[in-house]
């Protein structure tokens, strides 16, 4: 049955008004990183690359940069290794408190950030009265951060899980291999890209993350938060749009590298379940 001219237009039109109100401020972003006025006012002047000569220049977003990707970093690498033994524990094992673990990891990422901030402001301030090394600084901010990146680890590799069959890693088994090599080289192959997708995706998350950062950094500083103590004081915004520019010059071709190895291998869908 072919859909009438009045619906597919109806939904076309719906369609680019969900597009534009999700990409127009982007757009807006980049002609105003490419002005040569030194104020964001519309129409934009003449096109310039003043304000990334400026950016490149200026060294303090550079080291706010360098510290987000290191908080990223380290936060990333917690959350591949207990997002993926979460998922493995929740998918091939039963035991009591397994829906409890499950609500556990996620609800970090359900919670407000502010909520989260402060709790963990103060968990680690008590921690540091009772003579722990807890002082707020980039590695608390990466500890803040690992907590709700976990999940997004998890949410991959278990879905990966529960697509995957389990009849290569019995056949492994009947031909000899022990659990260490069946895992090693029979499932990691095949939940690889969940966990790539799972960790971009969680770098990416870090990588922006403003309010828990806000509670949990000590005397460093952040590109977000760099970039909100600039807007709060209204100063260098075409400076603000080019650094905008680069950043989403980076995260979007990792969120889609993401997208592309979190798909289902063909293979794999061929393979029938266990």
């Known amino acids: 049955m072919r859909t009438p001219l009045r619906v597919r237009l109806s939904l076309g039109t719906a369609a680019l008004l969900v597009y534009a109100f999700l990409y127009l401020p982007l757009l807006i972003i980049f002609i105003y990183a490419f002005n040569s006025d030194t104020i ?7 096109p310039s690359l003043q304000w990334f000569h400026v950016l490149f220049s200026d060294p303090d977003p550079w080291t706010a940069l360098e510290n987000s990707v290191q908080v990223a970093v380290e936060a990333t690498i ?37 909520i989260t901030g402060v709790a963990m402001t103060t968990w680690f301030t008590q921690l540091t009265q009772w003579g722990l090394p807890f002082e707020l600084s980039l590695v608390t901010v990466a500890i803040g951060h690992a907590t709700f990146c976990i999940v997004l680890v998890m949410n991959n590799v278990l879905a990966r899980l529960r697509r995957t069959s389990r009849s290569l890693e019995e056949a492994s088994m009947d031909l000899g291999a022990d659990g260490w090599q069946t895992f090693w080289y029979v499932t990691l192959p095949s939940i690889r890209g969940a966990i790539i997708a799972g ?4 770098f990416t998350l870090s990588l922006d993350e403003v309010i828990v950062t806000f509670f949990l950094i000590g005397a460093q500083n952040t590109l977000p938060l760099w970039i909100l103590s600039h807007i709060r004081q209204g100063i260098n915004f075409p400076e603000i749009d080019a650094i905008a520019v680069v950043v989403v010059s980076i995260s979007i071709p990792i969120v889609l590298i993401a997208q592309y190895l979190a798909r289902e291998p063909a293979a794999q869908r061929a393979v029938p379940k266990a």
Request: aromatic residues 12%.
């Open 40 to 46: 964001t006012s519309w129409p934009p002047q003449q």
């Open 78 to 114: 917690v959350a591949v290794f207990l997002g993926t033994a979460a998922a493995f524990a929740l998918q091939r094992f039963r035991f009591l408190g397994r829906e409890a673990l499950n609500f556990g990891i996620t609800l970090p990422i359900l919670l407000p950030g502010i």
């Open 199 to 202: 960790a971009l995706l969680a």
